[in-house]
């Protein structure tokens, strides 16, 4: 069974940063490509982010280029989402999913079982 345990989100200022964690079990976590994606009320659901099964490989959505940085510990099946310059924009539940795109995302939530549950998601709300 797929399980994707995500931590580390609050309430953080403008401005401010958060490292989010998701602890992965349940698949070969080094065989697979690892996302974050978001959801907020007003804007559905949103990829964020993705990191290549080695790692070194990553992609970002645009308004998060240059503040967000992706990583993962293959040895701990841990993917991590460090996140700087904090906006309002980014207050949304956040999760991490196998796969490097929402496409991919989805088809592998069919293959491995979990569909589109990843886990409780962690809450970043960005307000001062």
């Known amino acids: 069974e797929v399980l994707l345990v995500e931590s580390g989100g609050g309430l953080v200022e403008p401005g401010g940063s958060l490292t989010l964690s998701c602890e992965a079990s349940?698949?070969?976590?080094?065989?697979?490509?690892m996302s974050w994606i978001r959801q907020a009320p007003e804007r559905g659901l949103e990829w964020i982010a993705f990191i290549s099964r080695g790692g070194d490989n990553t992609n970002y959505r645009d308004s998060v280029k240059g503040r967000f940085t992706i990583s993962r510990d293959n040895a701990k099946n841990i993917v991590y989402l460090q996140m700087n310059s904090l906006k309002t924009e980014d207050t949304a539940m956040y999760y991490c999913a196998p796969g490097a795109t929402m496409s991919a995302i989805r088809q592998l939530g069919r293959e491995l079982g979990h569909g589109d549950h990843w886990g409780q998601g962690t809450q970043v709300t960005v307000s001062s």
């Open positions: 349940g698949f070969t976590f080094s065989d697979y490509a």
